[in-house]
């Protein structure tokens, strides 16, 4: 019910906050319920990933700022959903700031899944027609930016071969501790190498009875001959049930 002084263009809602404090509740709305670090940072799923997040910590132990190419055997292993969520886990650290680049240029979907309309991105960046500052954009959450794939059609293959992603990658690295790509799957295209060859390290992203043993070996042995420094794999897709509904993994929240 609207207030006696409040028309379908008023500035308050009805609780009386402004109209300023609702795009987060928009947000809240059109953010992909896979983007746990967004919807459940308490939850379970927020915390496996902050797990992964850990381990890439210790690989790490100069605290110098690294990119992180994440690829996967085939499509719908997840590896968009795990590099966001990723990428929000290190955004929550303190003096961190992350950047996000949707490098899968062939089927991008980092901007859909955080409910970002597409804008120029990657490849109008990389073919010299907008400048970084034009393609870099707040996610929403805290210490994250993503830059989107672009709305430009381009050839995949050639354009990641450009000496500019070296030369972006490094300038990026100026201002951001992390550097996330969400690249291609690994298979049959070899788009997710020629980037690991270019970041300091690679994650490849499993999913459960998604890829046969045979092509996720295949996946990590063409991204090793690309020269992709292979940092491990991460499984998504395992079924069971939340451990933490056993009341012997409760703990008292400290706030």
Do not use: W
């Amino acid at each position: 019910m609207k207030s006696e002084n409040q028309d379908d263009h008023g500035d308050s809602n009805t609780q009386g906050e402004p109209f300023e404090d609702l795009p987060f509740v928009l947000v809240e709305k059109v953010v992909d319920p896979y983007i746990v670090g967004f919807h459940e940072p308490r939850g379970f799923r927020a915390e496996q990933i902050r797990g992964l997040r850990n381990k890439l910590l210790v690989m790490n132990p100069d605290n110098a700022p690294r990119s992180l190419a994440v690829t996967s055997a085939l499509q719908g292993e997840g590896k968009t959903v795990t590099s966001i969520n990723l990428a929000i886990s290190f955004a929550e650290l303190e003096d961190h700031k992350v950047v996000l680049l949707d490098f899968d240029l062939r089927k991008p979907c980092v901007e859909t899944f955080l409910g970002l309309n597409p804008s120029p991105g990657l490849s109008e960046l990389l073919l010299g027609g907008a400048r970084l500052e034009d393609v870099l954009r707040p996610s929403g959450i805290d210490g994250l930016d993503v830059i989107g794939a672009g709305l430009q059609t381009v050839a995949p293959s050639e354009l990641l071969q450009s000496r500019r992603i070296d030369e972006l990658l490094s300038h990026l690295k100026q201002d951001y501790s992390y550097l996330l790509l969400d690249t291609p799957p690994a298979l049959p295209i070899t788009d997710a190498g020629a980037l690991g060859r270019k970041c300091d390290g690679t994650l490849l992203i499993v999913g459960l009875e998604k890829s046969p043993r045979k092509l996720v070996r295949e996946a990590l042995a063409n991204l090793e001959d690309q020269g992709s420094n292979i940092l491990g794999c991460f499984v998504t897709g395992v079924r069971g049930a939340d451990p933490t509904a056993d009341a012997r993994y409760r703990y008292p929240s400290m706030e």
